[in-house]
């Protein structure tokens, strides 16, 4: 974070400081936008509607930050949005009107907890592995999502998974962006997740996998197709993923707290707001972006840093005819995925408690995530694992 902010300063002398830090907050989260939109496509949105809803999802969630004075970005998250879309759509059958209730409801338990303090009692009473789990499993998690996107990691006969074949040109592809990426993350650059877009697209329109459209920008449409239609009709079969959810937006707000030294409350409501309206729209769980926090320390006027994000936003919002050629080639954002991992993971120290259970319980979780594929059973698995283990050694919380 302070390799950022030494560069923010350096660049501030040719480019107003709040405005910088708004393209950059921008930049970041495009690879969340592209990469959710075509999720919640596959789940049975319609592309024009998933499209608008992401984006206008992030423009409203993004003003509530800048209601709250706070320079950070908000955007859909890609780990808790493929749960949304490939577990409980795709592998388990419910329609995405059925799962859009999730984040609804998710986000309207952090609203009501944020106040009085009640999310504090919880924590209080949650495990204390969680609140370094949880991101860790999120990054893990990323990582696997990335690497099968980008063809490196494929399904094998005899064991679960294999590598990729160096001979596939989109693999190639991912491993140029995925080094460019890693060379920019390894010197505490967060903007290298859009250095690695760029680079990706770049080689695509090279090899002719994506051309650019005869019109670039368009009305944006599809909007009345996707808005307001939650159906409740199976609300009570998807509790256990409303509270995985629930516990995703709760310990990602008060990480984004402490690494930024912000209001906790403040993290929540933005965080609760934004899940809640990209529930309603059909744009899926919306939180603060983590990679978006480091130039939001540093900003003079963080109101003016969102207003920056939210006009480039607005922009993007009329580019639906450009997506609509990126969206056959996620391998395009595969190495930023794989990036946006790794940051999640770069400020871990892992699993800083002194208590055997937790370990146990949390080792089990991160282990479990991926290799289960669904958030719901391997964070489930931990919390079973760890009171059966409190219950066995007559131990209290």
């Known amino acids: 974070m302070l390799t950022v902010l030494r560069e923010l300063k350096y660049m501030e002398r040719f480019v107003d400081k709040g405005i910088l830090a708004g393209i950059i907050n921008f930049a970041l989260i495009l690879v ?5 939109t075509i999720m919640w496509q596959k789940a049975g949105v319609p592309f024009n509607g998933a499209y608008t809803a992401v984006v206008l999802s992030s423009i409203l969630g993004t003003l509530v930050a800048a209601y709250y004075k ?4 908000v955007a859909p998250g890609i780990v808790i949005n493929s749960f949304l879309c490939y ?3 795709i592998c388990q059958g419910y329609t995405w009107q059925e799962v859009l209730v999730v984040p609804v409801v998710a986000g309207l338990l952090i609203l009501i907890l944020r106040y009085n303090n009640l999310y504090r009692r919880l924590t209080a009473f949650l495990p204390q592995y969680l609140e370094a789990v949880i991101p860790a499993s999120l990054g893990i998690l990323l990582i696997y ?4 996107m980008g063809r490196i990691v494929i399904g094998a006969p005899f064991q679960i998974t294999g590598m990729g074949s160096l001979n596939d040109p989109l693999a190639m592809l991912t491993l140029v962006s995925f080094l460019a990426v890693m060379v920019f993350l390894s010197r505490k650059k967060s903007y290298g997740l859009a250095v690695g877009l760029l680079v990706a697209l770049v080689m695509a329109l090279i090899n002719g996998y994506v051309e650019f459209p005869a019109c670039i920008f368009s009305v944006p449409e599809g909007f009345t197709d996707t808005a307001l239609q939650l159906n409740f009709g199976r609300f009570f079969e998807l509790i256990a993923s409303v509270v995985v959810v629930f516990l995703v ?3 990602d707000g008060l990480a984004v707290a402490k690494t930024m030294g912000e209001s906790e409350g403040k993290l929540l409501a933005v965080n609760g707001f934004g899940s809640l309206i990209g529930g309603l729209l059909s744009g899926g769980a919306m939180s603060v972006a983590e990679v978006s926090a480091p130039c939001g320390c540093d900003s003079d006027n963080p109101a003016k840093t969102s207003r920056v994000t939210v006009i480039l936003l607005v922009l993007l919002l009329f580019c639906g005819p450009m997506m609509m050629e990126l969206k ?17 993971l ?6 800083p408690i002194n208590d055997n259970i937790s370990v146990l319980a949390g080792v089990f979780t991160l282990v479990l995530v991926p290799l289960w594929g669904s958030l719901t059973a391997g ?3 931990g919390l079973v694992l760890y009171y059966i283990l409190l219950i066995v050694n007559g131990r209290k919380r």
Do not use: E, T, W
């Open 32 to 36: 969340n936008i592209m990469v959710v």
């Open 70 to 73: 706070m320079a950070v970005a």
């Open 87 to 89: 577990d409980l759509v």
């Open 145 to 148: 999502r990335g690497l099968v």
């Open 249 to 251: 937006l709760l310990f």
């Open 328 to 344: 056959d080639y996620p391998v395009i954002f595969a190495a930023s995925v794989i990036g946006a991992g790794c940051y999640l």
């Open 346 to 351: 770069s400020d871990l120290k892992f699993l």
């Open 379 to 381: 964070i489930g698995f």
